[in-house]
C-alpha cells in the first residue's frame, strides 16, 4: 500500500526515451520535495484488469528506471501526440485526469472569437483555403499561416506586404528558415499553397490569422508567455510571464528557434514607459482569467495554460495562441528560478487537490 500520495502523468515513451525528458525529470523531483510520488507511464503501461501500471522515475542523471505503481487517484496529461492508442486510453474512463481533453486550434479559436467576454482580444482567424490570404492581405499589411496543431512555430509562415511587393518568411518543420519575395497575390497564394501541402501536419488544417505590428526591436518578433495555472485550493493563478524575442530576421519569437526570454515589467516598461507597462500587464492578467474561464466553460476541469499574447505598438494585447501543455522554460531563461520553480510545483499542487475532493461524474 502506497504511504505517500501518488500522481500520474501520463507521457509518450518509446523505450526509455520520453517526451520533454528535462520537464519530466524535474516533475518527478519535485514530486518528491513535497513528498509525493510522482511517476510518469504511456499508454502501453497501464494493466487495467490487475490495476497496476509500469511507471518509470529518474534514475541517475540520464536515465530512467520502471518500477510496478498501484493505480493512481489522479493523472496529468502531458501527451501531445494524437496517437489512437493515447487517445483510446485518454477516454477510456480508467483515470481521473487533472486536465480534460482539448480542441484543436481552429475549433478554440471559434469559440473565442465568438465570446462576448473575450472577443476583443481575438485577432481575425479563418481556415486556409484559395484566396483566403489574399482576402486577409486586402485588410491587413500583415498575416500569418500556420499549422492548426503545430508547435514549437514550426511550419509557421510570415506574409508582410512591403510596398509593392510581399515578403514571406517562416520556418519549416525541420526549423529551418526560408524567406522569398515575391511581386503580386497570385504568386502568394501558389507559394502559399506549396507551403501548406508540404508542411502539413496529420489531423490538421492551416489557420490564417491576421498579423499584429507588434512592440519589439527592429528586425526581431516578441511576444509575450504567460502561464496561468491551478493552486493548491483549485484557484486559477497567474504564475508568471515573460517575454520572448526572436533570432534578428526572424519569423516567430520561440526559443526553440534561437530566441531569447526577458522580463516582461523590463520589456514593457522600455517600449511604452512605467505607467502604460503596469496598465498592459494588468490587461494581460485579465484576458488570461476571462480566456479560462471561457474555455473550462467547454472543455470541463483543466489544470494550466500557456497564452501567447502580442502587444501591438499602441500597447493594445491580442491573444495569439492558448496551449493546454504549456513550457516553462521563458522563466528559467530569463533567470526567474522562483517562478520557474513554482511553475512545476503548481500541477502537482492542484493534481492534490483534486485526489482530496469527491470525483463528479
Known amino acids: 500500500m502506497e504511504t505517500k500520495p501518488l500522481i500520474g502523468v501520463l507521457t509518450w515513451r518509446s523505450g526509455k526515451r520520453f ?8 516533475l518527478v ?7 509525493v510520488r510522482v511517476f510518469l507511464f504511456s499508454h502501453q503501461d497501464v494493466f487495467a484488469g490487475k490495476r497496476v501500471i509500469r511507471g518509470y522515475v529518474p534514475k541517475g542523471r540520464k536515465d530512467w528506471e520502471s518500477k510496478w505503481f498501484s493505480w493512481p487517484p489522479v493523472v496529468i496529461d502531458r501527451y501531445r501526440r494524437r496517437v489512437p492508442a493515447y487517445m483510446r486510453l ?5 483515470f481521473r485526469f487533472a486536465n480534460s481533453p482539448f480542441g484543436k486550434k481552429w475549433r478554440v479559436t471559434q469559440i473565442l472569437s465568438r465570446d462576448e467576454r473575450v472577443k476583443r482580444w481575438v485577432p481575425q482567424t479563418t481556415l486556409f483555403a484559395p484566396g483566403k490570404v489574399t482576402a486577409m492581405l486586402n485588410r491587413h499589411r500583415l498575416v500569418y499561416v500556420k499549422p492548426g496543431n503545430g508547435t514549437g512555430g514550426r511550419s ?4 508582410e506586404k512591403t510596398g509593392k511587393s510581399y515578403r514571406l518568411t517562416g520556418r519549416d518543420r525541420l526549423l529551418r528558415k526560408r524567406a522569398v519575395v515575391l511581386q503580386d497575390t ?6 502559399v499553397r506549396r507551403w501548406a501541402r508540404e508542411e502539413k501536419l496529420k489531423d490538421g488544417n492551416f489557420l490564417v490569422q491576421q498579423g499584429i505590428q507588434l512592440a519589439s526591436p527592429p528586425g526581431r518578433v516578441a511576444d509575450v508567455r504567460l502561464l496561468i495555472q491551478k493552486d493548491e485550493q483549485g484557484e486559477w493563478r497567474v504564475t508568471g510571464a515573460g517575454v520572448r524575442v526572436g533570432q534578428q530576421g526572424s519569423s516567430t519569437s520561440n526559443l526553440h528557434g534561437g530566441g531569447k526570454a526577458i522580463p516582461l515589467h523590463a ?6 514607459g512605467e505607467d502604460q507597462a503596469e ?3 494588468r490587461a494581460c492578467e485579465q484576458m488570461a482569467h476571462e480566456v479560462v474561464e471561457v474555455l473550462e466553460e467547454r472543455y470541463g476541469c483543466m489544470m494550466e495554460f500557456g ?3 502580442g502587444v501591438d505598438v499602441a500597447g493594445r494585447p491580442w491573444l495569439i495562441e492558448v496551449n493546454p501543455k504549456p513550457g516553462r522554460e521563458v522563466f528559467c531563461r530569463m533567470g526567474d528560478l522562483e517562478t520557474y520553480r513554482q511553475a512545476i510545483r503548481r500541477p502537482i499542487q492542484f493534481a492534490l487537490h483534486l485526489s482530496k475532493t469527491e470525483r463528479i461524474g
Do not use: Q
Not at 517526451?19 to 519530466?24: F, I, K, N, R, W
Not at 485518454?90 to 480508467?94: A, I, T, V
Open 156 to 159: 509557421i509562415l510570415r506574409v
Open 279 to 281: 496598465t498592459i500587464a
Open 186 to 191: 497570385e504568386a502568394v497564394e501558389r507559394w
Open 267 to 272: 520589456f514593457l516598461t522600455r517600449f511604452f
Open 29 to 35: 523531483r519535485t514530486g518528491a520535495e513535497m513528498g
Open 19 to 26: 517526451a520533454e525528458p528535462d520537464y519530466l525529470r524535474r
Open 90 to 94: 485518454r477516454h477510456s474512463g480508467l
Open 307 to 309: 497564452l501567447d499574447i
